[in-house]
């Protein structure tokens, strides 16, 4: 995509307990970039209780990690002009902290500030059917609440079925193991494309 004068202002909002999601978050900020866009990787904050995080070895070293990584804000949301959210999955639904983070967007909500906005969404499960689906369609219920314009990837490219086919936005497998290959490509076509219907719906 040729850049535009102005960047499509992008937030990249997810929360992430051993990696998994941070990775994919990055890996969709690099593409929307080349893609033309001015991008915001935030992180949601953590509400599990300290001695919970700490008590779990890799939990509490990606909270190191990433301790530099700027929270998400009221702020960061009216700011952009398009959402990619990224997320795991709890119990087939999306993890609490992100939750958490939705319940407190009820005042620009209100003012409509949220409306009109290109938005996807990515998650996360321990096997391929711990609900990564029921957990995508349940951010983009609430987006719809908000008034976005919803982009998933749908069938639109190669790299959706090499990655496995998810129509609504692409599922990674949390298994300790580096995320395929063929799941980062997917994750690079669906940022592009939110990147290009964002420019498009801003007119």
Not at 11 to 34: D, K, L
Not at 41 to 54: F, G, W, Y
Not at 124 to 134: D, I, K, R
Request: proline share 7%; net charge neutral; aromatic share 10%.
């Amino acid at each position: 995509m040729t850049q535009t004068s102005t960047p499509l202002k992008l937030a990249i909002v997810y929360y992430s307990t051993y990696g998994t999601n941070y990775q994919m978050a990055q890996t969709a900020a690099e593409a929307a970039r080349e893609a033309g866009a001015e991008v915001r990787v935030l992180k949601v904050r953590e509400t599990a209780p300290p001695e919970v995080v700490q008590g779990q070895g890799p939990w509490a070293e990606h909270h190191a990690a990433t301790r530099d990584v700027p929270e998400a804000t009221l702020d960061d949301l009216e700011w952009a002009e398009a959402y990619l959210f990224s997320v795991p999955t709890r119990y087939g639904s999306p993890a609490s902290q992100m939750r958490a983070f939705f319940d407190t967007t009820g005042g620009l909500w209100y003012q409509g500030k949220l409306a009109n906005k290109a938005a996807t969404v990515m998650t996360s499960a321990q096997n391929p059917n711990g609900g990564q689906e029921t957990t995508l369609q349940a951010l983009y219920v609430s987006l719809m609440h908000w008034g976005c314009v919803l982009v998933p990837p749908g069938y639109t490219d190669p790299s959706v079925f090499a990655s496995g086919g998810n129509p609504y936005g692409v599922s990674v497998t949390a298994n300790g193991q580096p995320i395929p290959q063929e799941k980062l490509d997917a994750i690079r076509h669906q940022a592009r494309r939110l990147v290009q219907f964002g420019l498009k719906i801003r007119g």
